[in-house]
T-cell receptor, first 114, second 113 residues
Framework: QQQVKQSPQSLIVQKGGISIINCAYE??????FPWYQQFPGKGPALLIA?????SEKKEGRFTISFNKSAKQFSLHIMDSQPGDSATYFC?????????????FGQGTELSVKP | DSGVTQTPKHLITATGQRVTLRCSPR?????VYWYQQSLDQGLQFLIQ???????AKGNILERFSAQQFPDLHSELNLSSLELGDSALYFC????????????FGPGTRLLVL
């Protein structure tokens, strides 16, 4: 119940295309859903985050779509660029007594071809 | 640069040994989190400290321990090391007790031979 399932495991997109990564969860107590971007040899960096009272959040070329009833959320990268090639992780956390631990999906390795 | 620093960057040691990983959070952040990243397990939460006190615990092995000092830096101690402990260890920090942005450090790559 504490899992976050992420797909696909890897994704190849042409430059200028749309990259879509999906995540699903079971625990309805999750209330914070961030996406992290990680380049090889670096730590994860926050890209964008959403809370379940919002169905969509957009920051530049990055959009999170959130479907509370389906317990799914996704990351859309518009106009994908070679510099977006990285591993993307979705995550979820529960507030309160369980602290702020993030439960991560397994990651998606994105490759944007020029 | 997230503002979170970790030392050392790389660590090579032998099975059975003990190592200490150090983390300095961003200025003003009171929470420190430790995560382990391996190829087979992905990013796994180990433990969280908030203002010097343990706040939450994940699947942290009994051979592993951590603490947060009065200046808010944290150390993760790994003992009786096994080959399977080879991984990237990340520290993250946040302002409050949880539910807000966590900023990750560059990580320590541990190799146990």
């Amino acid at each position: 119940q504490q899992q976050v399932k992420q797909s696909p495991q890897s994704l190849i997109v042409q430059k200028g295309g749309i990259s879509i990564i999906n995540c699903a969860y079971e625990n309805t107590a999750f209330d914070y859903f961030p996406w992290y971007q990680q380049f090889p040899g670096k730590g994860p960096a926050l890209l964008i985050a959403i809370r379940p009272d919002v169905s969509e959040k957009k920051e530049g070329r990055f959009t999170i779509s959130f479907n509370k009833s389906a317990k799914q959320f996704s990351l859309h990268i518009m106009d994908s660029q070679p510099g977006d090639s990285a591993t993307y992780f979705c995550a979820a956390s529960i507030p309160g007594n369980q602290g702020g631990k993030l439960i991560f999906g397994q990651g998606t390795e994105l490759s944007v071809k020029p | 640069d997230s503002g979170v620093t970790q030392t050392p960057k790389h660590l090579i040691t032998a099975t059975g040994q003990r190592v200490t990983l150090r983390c300095s959070p961003r200025s003003g952040d009171l929470s420190v989190y430790w995560y382990q990243q391996s190829l087979d397990q992905g990013l796994q939460f180990l433990i969280q400290y908030y203002n010097g006190e343990e706040r939450a615990k994940g699947n942290i092995l009994e051979r592993f321990s951590a603490q947060q000092f009065p200046d808010l830096h944290s150390e993760l101690n790994l003992s009786s090391l096994e080959l399977g402990d080879s991984a990237l260890y990340f520290c993250a920090s946040s302002t409050g007790q949880g539910g807000e942005t966590q900023y990750f450090g560059p990580g320590t790559r541990l190799l146990v031979l």
